[in-house]
């Protein structure tokens, strides 16, 4: 039996499962920005449907 962790926190971080209300924080916050997406597995995005997108592949592959 596997068990998946769902949530983890502690006085200063709080790492949960990727949600679609999360896309507009991501877009703004980084999935945009050259300089940050240049370090990640994925292009920069051009506008939220492609964070939205992004995000779903993300979920749908979250219990693999």
């Given at each position: 039996?596997e ?6 926190e502690?006085?200063r971080c ?7 209300e999360?896309a507009?924080?991501?877009?703004v ?7 940050i997406?240049?370090y990640l597995s ?12 992004f ?10």
């Amino acid at each position: 039996m596997e068990i998946m962790i769902e949530h983890i926190e502690t006085e200063r971080c709080v790492l949960r499962k990727v949600s679609i209300e999360d896309a507009q924080a991501i877009f703004v916050s980084y999935a945009q920005d050259d300089e940050i997406v240049q370090y990640l597995s994925w292009s920069t995005h051009q506008s939220i449907d492609d964070t939205i997108a992004f995000m779903y592949r993300c979920i749908d592959r979250w219990g693999i």
